[in-house]
């Protein structure tokens, strides 16, 4: 797994059982490896390539992944039945039919020599659907025993059950955009929330962030990096402000745009789950829990769920497709029927 956050490539080995009409999961081996800047600076620019140039890098992203998951097997001494790979997502227009994810599952395969399960996303918008988030099947069949599942990584997405059917969309930027603001010093995140917490509201800022027409918009609904690029990026670059200021006012703007999501449900007494690097952010979680007082009980797991439940759910979305199930929810992405996806490449 490879978020919008450009932290690294998450990597996870998965147990699941189906006993009693009922899933369970253990996630046994992680690693994360993180980017260098020289790579990251590559995977954030993949967006400006031609098509030759890109074609390539999805070629050699491929080989990459294959080759740093086969040293993970072989350092823990593995035996798997498949790699399940999300890819590291470089366009993603679904008004237009478009979703890409490089990292060529065919090289994968040959460079790890192990099947692989991958590109999720493109046959749901091929029926129609957003493509994403792909995450609540996960959620409802492994997580059900919370109201709500929150991810806070690059962006937020949240998903819950709604007259009887799983409902998910993407709310807001969040690691996005702190990160963003963040390299105007040349700091790659602000750890725990520390610097966003000595800052002050710009009311002007917050009012910019939150009149963005996106969050108008009705689910089904998702957001890439495009989205932030065109809409986002500016706002903050033309805002004259401190730095702190700046973080301040965004965690204001996220977790309000997250709390409204929640509110407009009108669940009372709810548990809400919370993963995803956003999780550690303990001042943004503590302007959450106070929007959210009286109404919803935040639930920060175990450190393995706050960082590699992406992982582990993709590694559950192969499963599924290993098994001919349906992995992707109308009801969240707006396809016109739930589908079983992802493609399966042999090495050779």
């Known amino acids: 797994m490879s978020g919008t956050s450009l932290d690294g490539l998450d990597i996870a080995y998965c147990h699941f059982q189906y006993i009693n009409d009922s899933w369970s999961f253990s996630i046994l081996e992680t690693q994360e490896i993180p980017y260098d800047t020289e790579f990251k600076k590559r995977l954030k620019n993949a967006i400006t390539l031609d098509t030759p140039n890109l074609l390539a890098f999805h070629n050699e992203y491929g080989i990459w992944l ?45 460079a790890s020599g192990k099947k692989v399960i991958c590109d999720f996303r493109t046959n749901d918008v091929a029926l129609g659907g957003q493509g994403a988030p792909l995450v609540p099947i996960g959620d409802s069949l492994l997580f059900h025993q919370y109201d709500f599942c929150l991810n806070l990584g690059g962006i937020s997405n949240i998903s819950f059950d709604h007259n009887g059917k799983r409902i998910a969309y993407d709310i807001s930027p969040v690691n996005m955009l702190l990160n963003f603001i963040c390299k105007k010093i ?77 509110k407009i449900t009108g669940k009372m007494n709810a548990s809400l789950l919370v993963s995803g690097g956003g999780a550690k952010n303990d001042f943004l979680i503590s302007m959450l829990k106070e929007k959210l007082t009286n109404q919803v009980t935040i639930v920060i797991p175990e450190k393995s769920i706050i960082e590699y439940k992406e992982a582990l759910i993709f ?6 497709r290993e098994r001919k199930e349906i992995n992707c929810l109308s009801s969240v992405t707006g396809a016109v029927k739930d589908s079983s996806s992802g493609v399966i490449y042999h090495p050779s």
């Open 66 to 110: 294959g080759k740093k998951v086969k040293e993970f097997i072989t350092t823990n001494k593995l035996d798997i039945d498949f790699i399940s790979s999300h890819g590291h997502t470089v366009f993603h227009q679904p008004k237009i039919g478009l979703t890409y994810q490089i990292g060529s599952g065919q090289h994968l395969a040959n």
């Open 186 to 262: 040349k700091l790659e995140y602000d750890k725990g929330g520390q610097l966003a917490k000595t800052g002050k509201l710009n009311s002007t800022l917050l009012h910019a962030l939150n009149s963005l027409t996106y969050y108008k918009q009705s689910f089904p609904k998702s957001l890439g990096y495009e989205w932030f690029l065109e809409k986002v990026i500016p706002i903050i670059t033309t805002t004259s402000d401190t730095v702190e200021n700046l973080l301040y006012t965004s965690v204001q703007h996220i977790t309000e745009q997250i709390a409204s999501a929640i």
């Open 315 to 320: 590694a559950f979305l192969g499963v599924l």
